[in-house]
């Protein structure tokens, strides 16, 4: 509990809900559970005491965990991403969203297991085995893939990181990479912007719509004030850009571009703010290292040898 608060803590940023903190803690407190109770159990194994509890605990631990990944965290990541104005419409908005997924998820499932019995002549009552041997497979095939990626890629990336030269030039790639899509960001953030003030201008006051237009007001206001320096730089208008004061769900959607549109700038800009940052450092680096003889740091290595 203490590593699952001192987390939150850490990379949790002032804005996110509690109802957020509270299930993303208990996702990782069910997830990193295994670390205590692996050892527990074969404690009780080897001691040949009562499992009773240690069971009651892996199950609870294994259920908690099942609801968390396929129910309550992916409703929770839909009504997050939903733009309706309400709870109960941004619930049912992700609900959907995530009925079609199940959906047709299973209609493959079940096509896969129908072919199955037709071709191997399975019996019903070994579905249950076969789905558990499936899961298993699921979860073996995953663990390795995440453990191959930390065991490769953290070591060439040292690897790559000792040649200065070459990350250098890789560096750069991911500045100028990174500039451009900043750039396309910036202009789509800005499109967002002035469609949303351009949609609010021809909306009259009494129009059923306008409460729905005051809260995108009082949200791009909200944005403008924490960030300043962000200047909009004039948005291109499409053809279809000014229908969204037809209904409730268009004005969702309006809600939901603009949302969009700013987390992906704000993520572009960050990258890119990393990169330039490790490129200048890089290049002071390699500057120091360059004129270490003049400033007398190679005598002082030596000495330090010796």
Not at 57 to 77: C, D, E, R
Not at 151 to 163: F, T
Not at 190 to 212: F, G
Not at 287 to 295: A, L, P
Request: with cysteine.
């Amino acid at each position: 509990m203490g590593m699952v608060g001192l987390t939150l803590w850490y990379f949790a940023g002032p804005d996110v809900p509690r109802y957020v903190r509270y299930t993303v803690g208990y996702t990782w407190f069910c997830s990193i559970s295994i670390i205590i109770l692996v050892p527990a159990d074969i404690w009780a194994t080897l001691s040949n005491n009562d499992k009773g509890q240690i069971s009651f605990f892996w199950s609870w631990s294994y259920w908690s965990t099942f609801l968390l990944t396929w129910v309550v965290v992916p409703i929770l990541q839909g009504s997050e991403d939903a733009g309706d104005f309400t709870v109960t419409e941004r619930l049912k908005t992700s609900a959907h969203s995530n009925l079609v997924y199940y959906l047709c998820v299973g209609a493959l499932g079940l096509f896969g297991l129908v072919l199955l019995i037709v071709v191997q002549e399975y019996r019903i009552g070994n579905i249950p085995g076969f789905a558990m041997a499936c899961s298993n497979t699921f979860g073996l095939v995953t663990g390795a893939f995440l453990l191959g990626f930390g065991l490769s890629e953290i070591p060439k990336g040292i690897w790559r990181c000792a040649d200065w030269i070459t990350h250098q030039k890789i560096l750069s790639h991911k500045v100028a990479k990174m500039a451009v899509k900043l750039d396309d960001a910036h202009q789509e953030f800005s499109n967002a912007i002035v469609v949303s003030q351009a949609t609010s201008k021809q909306m009259s006051k009494r129009d059923p719509l306008r409460p729905y237009m005051n809260v995108i007001d009082k949200m791009l206001s909200q944005m403008l004030s924490e960030d300043p320096s962000f200047k909009p730089q004039g948005g291109n208008l499409g053809e279809n850009d000014m229908d969204y004061d037809t209904d409730a769900k268009t004005m969702a959607a309006l809600r939901r571009q603009l949302e969009i549109a700013r987390e992906k700038y704000y993520q572009y800009k960050s990258e890119y703010m990393n990169f330039v940052t490790q490129a200048l450092e890089l290049e002071d680096t390699i500057k120091n290292f360059e004129h270490r003889s003049g400033t007398g740091c190679s005598n002082l290595h030596m000495t330090r040898n010796r």
